[in-house]
């Protein structure tokens, strides 16, 4: 029987306080929705607070089955005020809670022991607690576990030592065209797009870069092959989650035994659906 693959996502988990309500957010958990929906054993490892707001958060992860291991701790669970400028969202993420404090627990090295692919990005790496956790959890998980950094830029809490830090422990990157521009002024690249991302291939670990560039396109870079594939035009809802949802199609096809190209097209495909639904977490039909 084929082994079900253990995908985890750890980082930030937060209530996004949207226009039209709120809803539980942070791109590592949304990762693990859309891995989860598609067939993995999927993990959330995070923080919330001992609050109200942390009780309702892990009430709604139960809802949805998502596996999570996440710890109770005396800050306050994280919240996000997201403001729409014709449909383009803008955050004020409030800082000293829950998920700056994730720690490093039993139950946490547990489930990244066996795990197959880990999501991380930047944001969580904002606090030294939480960013020692991460880098901790990346050394205990497997040598062939797939260490995927979705660098997902939220200013100001990024640096040119933080994105460095990442690439080092990364073997895998995805990166949008805008997050491109400030990684090539921070750190000196020169070149298209694409001859940023074939330099990034031979000087880090990498075994694949990602480039999404929304409506317009996505690429997919290893040593040896390139996949650039369109995107579908589809009736948009809302973009919330498609990034996330592209991650966990891509890296559920790859650990599935898809090729570059087939998996490349799954993402594409999931990620488009997922913009016609509202929110991070559609139903999968």
């Given at each position: 029987?084929?082994?079900?693959?253990?995908?985890?996502?750890?980082?930030?988990?937060?209530?996004?306080?949207?226009?039209?309500?709120?809803?539980?957010?942070?791109?590592?958990?949304?990762?693990?929705?859309?891995a989860?929906?598609?067939?993995?054993?999927?993990?959330?490892?995070?923080?919330?607070?001992?609050d109200?707001?942390?009780?309702?958060?892990?009430?709604?992860?139960?809802?949805?089955?998502?596996?999570h291991?996440?710890?109770?701790?005396?800050f306050?669970?994280?919240?996000?005020?997201?403001?729409?400028?014709?449909?383009?969202p803008?955050?004020h993420?409030?800082?000293?809670?829950?998920?700056?404090?994730?720690?490093?627990?039993?139950e946490?090295?547990?489930?990244?022991?066996r795990a197959?692919?880990?999501?991380?990005?930047?944001?969580?790496?904002?606090?030294?607690?939480?960013?020692?956790?991460?880098?901790?959890?990346?050394?205990?998980?497997?040598?062939?576990?797939?260490r995927?950094?979705?660098?997902?830029l939220?200013?100001?809490?990024?640096?040119?030592?933080?994105?460095?830090?990442?690439?080092?422990?990364?073997?895998?990157?995805k990166i949008?065209?805008?997050?491109?521009k400030?990684?090539?002024?921070?750190?000196?690249l020169?070149?298209s797009?694409?001859?940023?991302?074939?330099q990034?291939?031979?000087?880090y670990?990498?075994?694949?870069v990602?480039?999404?560039?929304?409506?317009?396109?996505?690429?997919v870079?290893?040593?040896?092959?390139?996949?650039i594939?369109?995107?579908?035009?589809?009736?948009?809802?809302?973009?919330?989650?498609?990034?996330?949802?592209?991650?966990?199609?891509?890296i559920?096809?790859?650990l599935?035994?898809?090729?570059?190209?087939?998996?490349h097209?799954?993402?594409?495909?999931?990620?488009a659906?997922?913009?016609?639904?509202?929110?991070?977490?559609?139903?999968?039909?």
């Open positions: 029987m084929e082994k079900t693959p253990v995908i985890v996502g750890i980082g930030e988990l937060l209530w996004d306080e949207l226009p039209t309500g709120r809803k539980v957010g942070g791109a590592p958990v949304n990762f693990v929705y859309h989860s929906q598609l067939g993995a054993e999927s993990y959330a490892i995070s923080a919330v607070g001992t109200d707001l942390g009780d309702k958060i892990v009430e709604e992860l139960d809802k949805y089955n998502l596996k291991v996440i710890e109770r701790v005396d306050p669970t994280g919240t996000v005020q997201v403001t729409l400028d014709k449909g383009n803008s955050y993420i409030q800082e000293d809670v829950a998920w700056d404090n994730i720690s490093v627990t039993p946490a090295v547990e489930v990244v022991r197959d692919a880990i999501c991380f990005g930047s944001l969580a790496q904002r606090s030294p607690v939480s960013s020692g956790t991460i880098y901790t959890l990346l050394s205990m998980a497997p040598q062939t576990a797939i995927y950094f979705d660098i997902n939220r200013r100001p809490y990024y640096s040119k030592e933080v994105i460095l830090q990442s690439f080092e422990a990364a073997n895998m990157l949008n065209v805008e997050e491109m400030e990684v090539r002024i921070m750190l000196n020169t070149g797009d694409d001859e940023i991302c074939r990034l291939l031979s000087t670990k990498f075994r694949y990602i480039l999404t560039a929304g409506a317009a396109y996505s690429k870079f290893s040593h040896d092959e390139t996949s594939m369109d995107t579908p035009a589809v009736n948009v809802t809302d973009t919330v989650g498609a990034g996330d949802a592209f991650s966990g199609a891509f559920s096809g790859i599935s035994g898809k090729s570059i190209e087939e998996a097209r799954f993402a594409v495909v999931t990620a659906y997922v913009c016609t639904k509202a929110g991070a977490w559609p139903p999968y039909e």
